[in-house]
């Protein structure tokens, strides 16, 4: 089975219905590690109490990014991680990583990339007055949001409030992200 870490910068849904559906089989692979900037997440609390190892760092306490990459990419390696999954990790990879996960890191998007790329994308989408919203998956390159598309689903925003559009994102998400990860790993 194939080995991933979740990078995660705050509540971790996304990681537990990545968890969540390894546990009912939907998923066939294995979450090596939680990863996050945040020693105060969420996530860590739910790592913790699904038996799943984590890891977090500071960054502001090395000198670059350069280096705690440097760093992560030692203890992925370590641990034979062969991919990345980014569920909610608010901060860009820097070439350390992604010279070593080549086409092995993904990202979750709340909303129809490549609109609304970048912070807040639901709060943007409402903004915006935008008709339809959504959820992308993609890989990860150097830019905000901008890396290969591998899927979207999208639904129109209607009369509705910004409550209702991001539950509506975080139920799609929650089906979408592990269905896209046992296909790519399946490839
Ligand atoms: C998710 O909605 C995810 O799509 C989004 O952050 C949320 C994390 O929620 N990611 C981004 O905006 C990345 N640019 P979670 O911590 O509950 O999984």
């Given at each position: 089975n194939p080995k991933f870490a979740?990078?995660?910068s705050g509540n971790g849904s996304n990681?537990?219905?990545?968890?969540?559906?390894i546990g009912d089989g939907i998923l066939q692979a294995e979450i090596v590690l939680v990863v996050s900037d945040k020693p105060q997440a969420y996530v860590i609390e739910r790592a913790r109490s699904m038996g799943v190892a984590s890891f977090s760092f500071i960054p502001s306490e090395f000198d670059s990014k350069q280096l705690y990459e440097q760093m992560l990419k030692?203890?992925?390696?370590?641990?034979?991680?062969?991919?990345?999954?980014?569920a909610g990790y608010m901060r860009l990879i820097g070439p350390v990583l992604l010279t070593a996960y080549e086409k092995r890191i993904v990202n979750?998007?709340?909303?129809?990339?490549?609109?609304?790329?970048g912070k807040d994308a639901i709060g943007q989408t409402m903004a915006a007055g935008a008709e339809t919203a959504g959820?992308?998956?993609?890989?990860v390159d150097a830019g905000m949001d901008t890396g290969m598309i591998i899927t979207q689903q999208s639904f129109a925003v209607l009369e509705r409030g910004r409550e209702e559009v991001e539950q509506q994102i975080h139920q799609i998400e929650r089906e979408l992200y592990p269905a896209a990860l046992q296909q790519l790993f399946d490839q």
């Open positions: 979740v990078f995660a990681f537990q219905a990545i968890a969540d559906a030692e203890k992925l390696q370590e641990l034979g991680i062969d991919w990345i999954v980014l979750i998007h709340p909303s129809v990339l490549p609109a609304f790329p959820v992308t998956v993609h890989y």
